[in-house]
């Protein structure tokens, strides 16, 4: 059985997050490192879109990149 999209939403938000928290990257050092990159944004719109669990891959892929995050766990198994 399919998984509701709530329950994706949930699951990519605490990745993201969790890949925050190991780096102890706060959302204001995220807009920075974003920015870095080129990746122009605001704290409150990020800490939107990780509060809602709905972004696109790009802006995961984007925060990784700029977090130096070189691989990402899906499971804790």
């Known amino acids: ?3 509701p ?3 994706w939403e949930d699951k990519v938000k605490g990745l ?3 890949e925050l928290k190991r780096r102890n990257i706060s959302y204001a050092e995220l807009v920075g490192k974003l920015a870095d990159i080129g990746i122009m ?3 409150p719109n990020i800490r939107n ?3 809602r669990g709905k972004f ?3 802006f995961l892929v ?3 990149e700029a977090i ?3 691989s990402l766990r899906l499971s804790d198994g």
């Open 56 to 58: 696109t891959a790009v």
């Open 62 to 64: 984007q925060c990784l």
């Open 1 to 3: 059985m399919a998984k």
């Open 16 to 18: 993201l997050k969790g």
């Open 49 to 51: 879109k990780l509060s």
């Open 41 to 43: 944004d605001s704290e």
């Open 5 to 7: 999209e709530k329950e």
């Open 68 to 70: 130096g995050a070189s």
